[in-house]
């Protein structure tokens, strides 16, 4: 089996933009699996972003289990890059390259 290529990028790079226009990308926005999103369910994921929530207590388990799930859906999986969410991805044996702007 192929392993999907797992791209940790920063906010602004274009990950939604590529997840639309590709059916074998997907952009796992953590915020649905960080935070608590109870009762917040018909708001757009964006609008919930200035709400102020609890953290989900499955966080971070529950999003490296959804991207060993979409694995084996997608050619590129596209992931949170905060830097202690990339050691958990580094403990879980989860490769991925960085994607950054540069000035």
Wanted: glycine share 4%; net charge neutral; hydrophobic share 35%.
């Amino acid at each position: 089996m192929k392993k999907p290529l797992i791209i940790a990028g920063f906010a602004g790079i274009g990950k939604t933009t590529l997840a639309n226009k590709y059916k074998n990308v997907i952009d796992l926005e953590s915020s649905i699996y960080k935070w608590d999103n109870t009762g917040l369910e018909d708001i757009p994921v964006e609008a919930r972003k200035g709400i102020i929530r609890k953290e989900n207590a499955n966080w971070p388990n529950n999003y490296i289990e959804e991207i060993k799930k979409q694995s084996l859906y997608y050619d590129i999986i596209l992931v949170w890059i905060h830097p202690d969410v990339l050691k958990i991805y580094d403990e879980n044996n989860i490769d991925y390259v960085l994607c950054y702007p540069d000035k």
